[in-house]
T-cell receptor, first 112, second 112 residues
Framework: EDQVTQSPEALRLQEGESSSLNCSYTVSGLRGLFWYRQDPGKGPEFLFTLYSAGEEKEKERLKATLTKKESFLHITAPKPEDSATYLCAVFPLTGGGNKLTFGTGTQLKVEL | IAGITQAPTSQILAAGRRMTLRCTQDMRHNAMYWYRQDLGLGLRLIHYSNTAGTTGKGEVPDGYSVSRANTDDFPLTLASAVPSQTSVYFC???????????FGPGTRLTVL
């Protein structure tokens, strides 16, 4: 069974204090790994898709990386507007249906 | 361009009542999905549709039904609501079943 574990569950940073969020996964062949951002009361907003180990993607202060067992979302010099819950999901190569398996997220709070 | 719209935004429903959650997308995506999000459990797939006229069961389909009469609309029906169906429901769509999924704003449903 596919599994996704995100850590930490919650993270509090000072503005400008860089850090990383972790997404560990177990899947029988990876088609893609997705990162989403979710603000309170809103739907998940797509950030990145990673397909193979060694791949990296960047967007503003965020950089996502992928290995064969985990993905990291690095946040460089965060600002208060980066506060949100960050979700990771995996899409397996095999198996029926369209089943994305999501982690439970990391709730990030960036303070002034 | 709105992307994905969902209605209603929120609803309080008596147990045993029938309820249809509406989802419309204007991106001409082939695939559409319904998820529920519960605290501590993450997002779980209820039903999906790869193209108009076809549907499939996700991880937690019991008590829910869907139809896909056209490309744009994907309603989710609770035939006889139960309190355990209290959740936040998200509709999503993707160009094809293996592409990135984009989410709507969600419907918060409370079943009493």
């Amino acid at each position: 069974e596919d599994q996704v574990t995100q850590s930490p569950e919650a993270l509090r940073l000072q503005e400008g204090e860089s850090s990383s969020l972790n997404c560990s996964y177990t899947v029988s062949g990876l088609r893609g790994l997705f990162w989403y951002r979710q603000d309170p009361g809103k739907g998940p907003e797509f950030l990145f898709t990673l397909y193979s180990a060694g791949e990296e993607k960047e967007k503003e202060r965020l950089k996502a990386t992928l290995t064969k067992k985990e993905s990291f979302l690095h946040i460089t010099a965060p600002k208060p507007e980066d506060s949100a819950t960050y979700l990771c999901a995996v899409f397996p190569l095999t198996g029926g249906g369209n089943k994305l398996t999501f982690g439970t997220g990391t709730q990030l709070k960036v303070e002034l | 361009i709105a992307g994905i719209t969902q209605a209603p935004t929120s609803q309080i429903l008596a147990a045993g009542r029938r309820m249809t959650l509406r989802c419309t997308q204007d991106m001409r995506h082939n695939a559409m999905y319904w998820y529920r999000q519960d605290l501590g459990l993450g997002l779980r797939l209820i039903h999906y549709s790869n193209t108009a006229g076809t549907t499939g069961k996700g991880e937690v389909p019991d008590g829910y039904s869907v139809s896909r009469a056209n490309t744009d609309d994907f309603p989710l029906t609770l035939a006889s609501a139960v309190p355990s169906q209290t959740s936040v429901y998200f509709c999503a769509s993707s160009p094809s079943r293996t592409d990135t999924q984009y989410f709507g704003p969600g419907t918060r449903l409370t079943v009493l």
